[in-house]
């Protein structure tokens, strides 16, 4: 994948500056919450910005895809989301995991339709958890 097909991935605030800089090293685009929000902004008010943009959420916030106010942001914003199941990882675990599955990611992203949430797994497995159909039918 050449630098001008790589997705971004919005790296939530949950996850910390590690796991953005470890991304980074492993060639990826990647904006940092912090660097766009203040750190108590709620999801729904971030989501549809992000999904202006275009970015792909990584976070390990286990809310976000059962909250129904944030299932709906993020199926109206169009958001593609992967959370970390495990999230009592160190951050360097973390960093760690999503820098190995970096391509992993972004085969998936690119091959499934917003919105989605995804399941990344401690062993780099990733599923699909919340399709498009699932999300969209909220909005109805």
């Not at 492993?26 to 549809?48: C, I, R, S, T, Y």
């Not at 199941?85 to 499934?112: P, Y």
Request: aromatic share 8%.
């Amino acid at each position: 994948m050449t630098a001008s097909d790589r997705p971004t991935f919005f790296i939530d605030w949950c996850l910390g500056k590690s796991v953005a800089s470890a991304l980074i090293v492993a060639g990826a685009k990647v904006e940092h919450h912090g660097d766009h929000f203040a750190q108590n902004m709620l999801d729904v008010n971030w989501l549809p910005i992000v999904g202006d943009r275009g970015w792909i959420v990584l976070t390990k916030d286990q809310a976000l895809g059962t909250n129904e106010l944030e299932l709906r942001a993020i199926a109206s914003a169009n958001v593609k989301v992967f959370s970390l199941v495990s999230g009592n990882l160190t951050r360097q675990q973390m960093a760690a995991l999503f820098a190995k599955s970096l391509n992993q990611l972004e085969k998936f992203a690119k091959g499934n339709q917003a919105p989605f949430i995804a399941k990344v797994y401690r062993n780099g497995r990733v599923q699909l958890w919340r399709s498009q159909t699932q999300l969209l039918k909220l909005l109805d």
